[in-house]
């Protein structure tokens, strides 16, 4: 039997068939277990003729005329048809009927005498692949829908009690599964009573809770059944009070509610006697605050309570023993893509690649609200062999919070109601905190960069990011900064646009921009106390920049803080700080440098002369030259340099800017080093140590001592050259400049390698590249190595050198630096021994 013949695939689809009727497994977990859509798994039973089994309850989630319909169309696009070809191939059913159908609207009512069902022939075409249990529950769900069913209501096998249906979108969440299941476990040896899941809105915290309630091992743990409550913390109605919960819940409970308890004291005492000696789960959902739930928190260890928040209810840690965290996140990338696959049916994201629903998944920050709000207007409003995804992609991109809803008044099906909702309970200054801090685009921040950005004292401001973290609004990771999820960033400023006039949001941008120019020039002086000092403009009023005392706090700052200048370079062109691009440039530029990130060093020279160009203002153009030089010098692009540096050069001599010229001088110098025309290099950095002493530049002169100190030792001046280097290092360690000194140890490394002091040598490079380490400049640390392995070829053979050439060509092919080549074939050459004996350079 051919393995790809119909007659295997028959068998193949009936054991699997069989395997989930065996195992009770649902369709869902298989396509958990395999990886793959639901809908694959049904199109896999459907193609070789076998029905996919009934699931109890599979369709109880149908609860409305448009979610029949939404379940429908779905269901057709998984079948790889079209409306058309149904209903062509339905008798008694025109395409317009199904359309109808779709949209909610016209569903029939069973027929009465010889009327056809058209309801019950559509379900019935073969091309849907419905069995016929599952056609006997969908009648049944238009009868409910119609009023028409002839079902009397009988107690459910399991007493749910309003518990909600399951999401049939349900899909990933394996680890929190996996968390919940060890509580049940833990529960069992009466340890856990209480689990609170935490997250965002639209994040699935209340998908989450009823999947697992209605799990077979929950309903085989809790024989008396489940409660459920929605407490409506962040609904568009009015929080549940604890009273009338309680009440609530009592009724659920069998109370008569024709004769409650006189007082709350009795409700209360009822409440814990009704509870005593059941084993049963509590859900309490879109709880608002810790005085809402406690009331509600079952006395009786066989009761389990699982609550769902936005807020964190960190207040419950204190008086709830027994309590574990499920800080719910955004799906992951997997999770994301497997969601959409099945809301999109196969005829929809069967064409699309898996970049292009991964980059509609990132659009709507992974939340499952948005992923679902997103499916449906793409079905909705477009035919996915005319509208392809990634169009839908780009249209979304454009109003990412305008697209993402269906009924803006409905928080069930927008993403901004929904989030508008989780403020409602905020004090004013928290609220004002998010609006402004979602203006700027940092990945993360501190708490004083946020002061600046509010124009609030350090406590006020603390308090006000504290409460965003309660209500989930912000995370605080262990190093103490706050980061917003992207679509809450979106709708901060969004609402900030709607809430604060344009001057009031331009003078946030500018406090935050001000903040790190005046930190980051802080602390890039301190780090780099050698580097020219730029003159910044003052502060505006409210910012309050940071100031550094040493040399570890200022280089934490500039670590911590990177990515945010970076991002504030490009900010800054947006919102009408042009003459700030430049200054933001100069703190991240050389930290992007030493860590070999030349080609964002291009795009924030490229943003920085295009700043400058728009202001006029020719000290900006001339340094964005010189920021686009560096990355072309260190990737060997000296022409492009070279051209860079010459306007540069030109523009600094028209404004008599001696500093900006001496720079210049030093690049240049470097490129003709490059290009081994050491004399012409020479002469650069004496015109340069010249500037600076007439200017009384240390830092300056000691850059430029420590090249000519190398250049000299290149021209096989070595006697020379120690001199300048010499006193190029004394400048540096009193200016107290580290990685400034550890060049000079580099070079004095050389010079006495080329004097043939061997041991001095090493000792020199020992000393360079532990401060690189010590610094992060793998570029710096990578010549250092190189050079360091030339010593050792030459003191003790050519297998010496072997580990720190290699430590060198990983850097340098990490870096993606032409110096590897260089490197390898020394490494190559250890295999045949050079005739011509070592190379001392």
């Not at 518990?163 to 509580?183: E, I, M, V, Y």
């Not at 409550?229 to 409970?253: E, F, I, K, M």
């Not at 870096?815 to 260089?822: K, S, V």
Request: with cysteine; net charge negative; charged share 25%.
């Amino acid at each position: 039997m051919h393995p790809g013949s119909p007659d295997t695939t028959a068998r193949l689809a009936a054991w699997l068939a069989a395997h989930l009727e065996r195992h009770r497994l649902t369709i869902a977990d298989v396509a958990r277990d395999l990886r793959v859509s639901p809908g694959q798994i049904r199109g896999w039973l459907t193609a070789a003729g076998a029905h996919a089994p009934a699931e109890p309850g599979e369709f109880d989630h149908l609860d409305s005329p448009v979610k029949l319909g939404a379940w429908l169309r779905a269901r057709i696009a998984d079948a790889g048809t079209s409306v058309r070809d149904l209903a062509e191939s339905t008798p008694d059913v025109s395409m317009s009927t199904v359309y109808n159908w779709i949209k909610g609207e016209h569903l029939p009512p069973p027929p009465v005498a010889d009327e056809p069902d058209r309801f019950d022939l559509l379900l019935s075409n073969p091309a849907l692949g419905l069995g016929l249990q599952q056609r006997v529950q969908l009648d049944e769900i238009r009868r409910r829908l119609t009023g028409t069913s002839l079902r009397l209501d009988a107690a459910p096998e399991w007493d749910a009690r309003s518990l909600p249906a399951a999401s049939r979108a349900f899909t990933g969440r394996r680890p929190a599964l996996r968390r919940l299941d060890r509580l049940l476990a833990d529960h069992g040896r009466g340890t856990a009573v209480l689990a609170i899941v935490t997250g965002i809105g639209g994040v699935g915290k209340t998908a989450l809770a009823v999947h697992w309630a209605r799990s077979a091992q929950v309903r085989s743990t809790f024989p008396d059944g489940c409660l459920h409550l929605d407490l409506q913390g962040y609904s568009a109605s009015a929080p549940v009070d604890p009273a009338t919960a309680r009440l609530r819940l009592l009724y659920q409970l069998g109370a008569d509610p024709h004769r409650p308890p006189p007082d709350p004291e009795a409700q209360a005492a009822l409440y814990q006697r009704l509870l005593t000696g059941r084993r049963l789960l509590l859900v309490l959902d879109n709880a608002r605050d810790e005085m809402q739930v406690r009331p509600l928190l079952p006395a009786d260890p066989g009761c389990f309570t699982i609550v769902t928040s936005r807020a964190r209810l960190s207040g419950l840690d204190i008086t709830s023993p027994g309590l574990t965290r499920l800080d719910l996140d955004a799906l992951t990338e997997a999770e994301a893509t497997a969601l959409l696959r099945e809301l999109l049916g196969r005829l929809a994201s069967g064409p699309a690649t898996d970049e292009e629903v991964h980059a509609l998944a990132d659009l709507c920050g992974r939340l499952p609200l948005a992923l679902q709000i997103a499916a449906a207007n793409y079905l909705t409003h477009h035919h996915p062999q005319r509208h392809p995804l990634a169009a839908y992609t780009g249209e979304l991109a454009a109003d990412r919070l305008g697209e993402l809803m269906i009924d803006p008044a409905d928080p069930a099906t927008a993403v901004t109601p929904t989030l508008d909702h989780s403020l409602r309970h905020l004090s004013a200054a928290a609220q004002r905190a998010y609006r402004l801090l979602g203006l700027h685009r940092a990945p993360d921040f501190s708490e004083a960069w946020a002061g600046s950005v509010t124009a609030e004292p350090r406590d006020r401001t603390r308090t006000a990011l504290g409460e965003l973290v309660q209500a989930n609004l912000l995370t605080l990771d262990q190093r103490g900064r706050y980061a917003f999820h992207d679509l809450l960033r979106d709708h901060a400023a969004a609402l900030a646009a709607r809430t604060d006039d344009v001057h009031e949001r331009s003078a946030a941008v500018g406090r935050g921009l001000d903040h790190w120019r005046h930190s980051g020039f802080a602390a890039t002086m301190v780090v780099e106390p050698s580097r020219d000092r730029i003159t910044l403009d003052p502060a505006a009023p409210g910012a309050a920049p940071e100031r550094f005392d040493d040399f570890d706090t200022a280089r934490q700052w500039i670590e911590d803080e990177l990515e945010g200048v970076v991002t504030a370079s490009a900010h800054a062109t947006e919102t009408g700080f042009d003459a700030y691009v430049w200054q933001l440039v100069w703190i991240c530029g050389n930290p992007l440098g030493q860590r070999g990130q030349w080609n964002r060093l291009v795009e924030l020279g490229e943003l920085a002369l295009q700043a400058g160009l728009r202001t006029g203002d020719s000290e900006a153009v001339a340094r964005a030259h010189r920021y686009l030089a560096h990355p072309a010098i260190l990737s060997e692009r000296l022409p492009e340099a070279r051209t860079h540096l010459q306007t540069a050069l030109e523009l600094h001599r028209a404004d008599g800017d001696g500093p900006g010229r001496a720079a210049v001088l030093h690049s240049l110098s470097y490129i003709e080093e490059r290009l081994e025309n050491y004399a012409a290099a020479l002469a650069h950095s004496e015109e340069a140590l010249a500037v600076d002493r007439e200017r009384g530049f240390l830092g300056g002169q000691a850059r430029a001592l420590n090249e000519v100190g190398w250049l000299l030792a290149h021209l096989d001046r070595v006697d020379e050259a120690l001199a300048p280097c010499l006193e190029a290092l004394a400048i540096f360690e009193e200016i107290g400049d580290r990685g400034k000194a550890a060049h000079v140890a580099d070079s004095l490394g050389y010079l006495r390698h080329r004097l043939g002091d061997h041991e001095g040598a090493l000792a020199d490079f020992e000393r360079a590249a532990d401060e690189f380490r010590a610094l992060d400049r793998p570029f710096e640390l990578a010549g250092t190595l190189d050079r360091t392995g030339d010593v050792h070829r030459d003191a003790a053979g050519p297998g010496a050198a072997a580990a720190v050439w290699q430590e060198a060509l990983d850097l340098y092919t990490d870096l993606g630096h032409g110096n590897a080549e260089e490197v390898r074939a020394k490494l190559r050459g250890l295999e045949r021994p050079d005739p011509a004996g070592p190379d001392p350079r």
